[in-house]
């Protein structure tokens, strides 16, 4: 399955366990409960998918697209989330670098979302989770 293109595609309840998807665009997908345990879902853009209750337990999301994505009551223990997108900004069409998240940027839903036992996120990923409600033992 990689690089499919299945854009609002309804997938609630599935058993993708072990699937590959590498590359695909699954932007508005409904993956609600869904079993993607093991999955490479790496490089995926995701944008506004639905991920409520998913397992996603050692899932591969390296450098996916999550912007928009609800993960609230999703199992994340030991996914993978090096490089992940959580948040991407519509820029003004001058040349400022966006400082921090204000009006116009898309967000995660990832508030009671447990990060306890993923693996690869960095000091940004990290500090956007916390702000936002996600569960991690470095969050104050």
């Not at 699937?19 to 609600?32: F, K, V």
């Not at 079993?35 to 996603?56: D, E, Q």
């Not at 990832?110 to 990060?115: A, L």
Request: aromatic share 4%; hydrophobic share 40%; proline share 2%.
């Amino acid at each position: 399955l990689r690089r499919v293109v299945a854009l609002g595609t309804q997938l609630s309840s599935a058993n993708l366990t072990n699937s590959d998807w590498q590359g695909a665009d699954l932007s508005g997908a409904d993956l609600t409960y869904a079993n993607l345990t093991g999955a490479n879902l790496s490089a995926t853009r995701m944008t506004s998918a639905n991920l409520r209750s998913a397992k996603l337990r050692n899932t591969n999301l390296r450098n996916a697209d999550l912007s928009l994505v609800d993960l609230r009551g999703a199992k994340l223990a030991g996914a993978d989330l090096q490089g992940a997108i959580f948040v991407s900004f519509k820029q003004n069409q001058g040349e400022q670098f966006v400082q921090a998240p204000a009006a116009g940027s898309e967000s995660t839903l990832v508030k009671g979302v447990d990060f306890g036992e993923v693996k690869g996120l960095d000091a940004k990923q990290l500090a956007y989770i916390c702000t936002q409600g996600g569960i991690h033992p470095r969050c104050p």
